[in-house]
């Protein structure tokens, strides 16, 4: 897909960095909402928060299952010359761009404790959960193929690997990149043994 030198950024560090994000968030909010007696108690938000937190954690992990799929199914190797994000590149740029709906969402939730004490926090919990879940997903496709999965960063936009605009995955060797299968930081044992090689190209070996 397309010639000459462009970048690619993993597809599961961006899944899963939205998944940790929005975990914390909804723990944070939902702590902070226990604290508030709300106008049906904490025992009924809680328990209708663990409610919502599985329901979102599965309808999470199901919405654009299909498209992931086609994705992958359709994912071709990466050019000889490709620029590879560090995983830190990545995380950055998704937090960058969601820093001020994170927050909305924090406030949002927390509000909603008024009513349903913890509940709008299990909520994003649970949405979270279903995220990490799919990075999981990925990750045991990644190492059962043993190939890692990519995406142009301009595609993603530093949001979803997924949405309409992305053209199409692409992979590279089990070794490429400083992420694990699944988008999680990758041992030192295992990246000490890594090939070493200029960040810009994906040698025959990594690919």
Do not use: Q
Not at 23 to 33: D, H, I, N, P
Not at 55 to 80: D, H, I, M, P, Y
Not at 102 to 109: D, N, P, Q, V, Y
Not at 147 to 171: D, F, H, I, N
């Amino acid at each position: 897909m397309g010639r000459g030198a462009y970048a690619l950024a993993r597809v599961a560090v961006y899944v899963r960095t939205a998944g940790v994000a929005l975990w914390w968030t909804g723990l944070a909010a939902a702590v902070v909402g226990v604290a508030m007696p709300g106008l049906t108690g904490r025992r009924i938000g809680v328990t209708a928060g663990a409610a919502l937190f599985v329901v979102a954690a599965a309808v999470t992990f199901l919405v654009r299952r299909r498209r992931c799929s086609t994705l992958v199914e359709g994912a071709s190797a990466a050019g000889k010359w490709v620029v590879l994000h560090d995983r830190a590149v990545t995380v950055r740029t998704w937090l960058r761009t969601r820093r001020w709906w994170l927050t909305a969402a924090f406030l949002a939730a927390v509000a909603s404790s008024a009513a349903l004490p913890a509940a709008g926090g299990m909520l994003l919990a649970g949405v979270g959960a279903g995220l990490w879940a799919k990075a999981v997903w990925l990750g045991s496709w990644e190492r059962a193929n043993e190939k890692l999965l990519w995406v142009r960063p301009e595609w993603a936009e530093g949001r979803s690997p997924a949405r309409k605009k992305v053209r199409g995955w692409m992979t590279t060797g089990p070794l490429a990149g400083d992420a694990a299968p699944g988008g999680a930081r990758r041992r030192p044992s295992a990246a000490a043994g890594r090939e070493r090689r200029p960040r810009a190209k994906v040698t025959a070996a990594a690919r």
